[in-house]
């Protein structure tokens, strides 16, 4: 009888641990971002800057609260980001006043100001509640915080090279239908928001699976 016992408890552990391997594996299938739910595939692919990187292209606005809170994350996340990883942020334009930022964020860039201004933008108008849609308090912001001169950065932002680059993102931001900040794209395939992924901090371990995936298929195709 205990032999038999012994015999019957055997299996039961075999099959037992049989069932909770299936769970795992399962849980592990499961937990893997899913398309259509997770994030999802635009309708018609965006062309890269770099077709040998992975591009990561963050569409934000300095005036979105939610962009300013998802920054510190996001850097966190791109200071260690691997090699193959081409970062872009990308200023949304969908209003006039979304548009004069924008022109801020490509000033930054043109005067090689941007490390120096960038946070200080996102402070200003939500911590500080400053009106940097107005052209005279960003010169001021600028030559604060970088000593740009303020006939230089009126000169620049209002040149046309740099209106072409807002509309060149906003043409961009079109063509990635995004409806709403902070949004990721992936390699110009793939669109992840906080809303499809769950919170911002889930946005980024999406977006990570999707550039290994990315990444693997390159080296596939080699």
Same mark, same amino acid.
């Given at each position: 009888?205990?032999?038999?016992?012994? *015999?019957?408890?055997? #299996? &039961?552990?075999?099959?037992?641990?049989?069932?909770?391997?299936?769970?795992?594996?399962?849980?592990?299938?499961?937990?893997? =971002?899913?398309?259509?739910?997770?994030?999802? #595939?635009?309708?018609?692919?965006?062309?890269? #800057?770099? =077709?040998? *990187?992975? !591009?990561?292209? !963050?569409?934000?606005?300095? @005036?979105?609260?939610?962009?300013?809170?998802?920054?510190?994350?996001?850097?966190? &996340? *791109?200071?260690?980001? =691997?090699?193959?990883?081409?970062?872009?942020?990308? =200023?949304?334009?969908?209003?006039?006043?979304?548009?004069?930022?924008?022109?801020?964020?490509?000033? @930054? !860039?043109?005067?090689?100001?941007?490390?120096?201004?960038?946070?200080?933008?996102?402070?200003?108008?939500?911590?500080? #509640?400053?009106?940097?849609?107005?052209?005279?308090?960003l010169a001021k912001l600028f030559n604060d915080a970088a000593g740009v001169p303020p006939e230089e950065f009126n000169k620049v932002f209002n040149s046309f090279g740099i209106?072409?680059?807002?509309?060149?993102?906003?043409?961009?931001?079109?063509?990635?239908?995004?409806?709403?900040t902070p949004t990721l794209i992936v390699d110009g395939q793939f669109l992840v928001d906080a809303r499809m992924a769950g919170s911002p901090e889930q946005m980024l371990e999406?977006?990570?699976?999707?550039?290994?995936?990315?990444?693997?298929?390159?080296?596939?195709?080699?």
């Amino acid at each position: 009888m205990s032999h038999a016992l012994s *015999r019957f408890t055997i #299996r &039961w552990l075999a099959v037992s641990a049989l069932v909770l391997l299936s769970a795992s594996a399962g849980a592990e299938t499961a937990a893997a =971002p899913q398309e259509g739910v997770n994030y999802k #595939r635009l309708p018609v692919a965006i062309e890269t #800057r770099d =077709p040998s *990187r992975v !591009e990561v292209v !963050e569409v934000f606005s300095y @005036a979105c609260i939610h962009c300013k809170n998802f920054e510190p994350l996001l850097m966190a &996340w *791109r200071a260690k980001a =691997p090699g193959h990883v081409d970062f872009q942020q990308l =200023p949304a334009a969908f209003d006039q006043t979304w548009g004069l930022l924008a022109q801020a964020f490509f000033t @930054a !860039e043109a005067l090689g100001v941007t490390e120096k201004v960038h946070a200080l933008i996102f402070s200003g108008i939500h911590d500080q #509640r400053i009106n940097l849609a107005d052209p005279v308090e960003l010169a001021k912001l600028f030559n604060d915080a970088a000593g740009v001169p303020p006939e230089e950065f009126n000169k620049v932002f209002n040149s046309f090279g740099i209106r072409s680059k807002v509309q060149q993102a906003d043409a961009r931001t079109r063509a990635y239908r995004i409806t709403g900040t902070p949004t990721l794209i992936v390699d110009g395939q793939f669109l992840v928001d906080a809303r499809m992924a769950g919170s911002p901090e889930q946005m980024l371990e999406v977006v990570s699976y999707l550039v290994e995936q990315q990444w693997a298929q390159r080296a596939k195709s080699q």
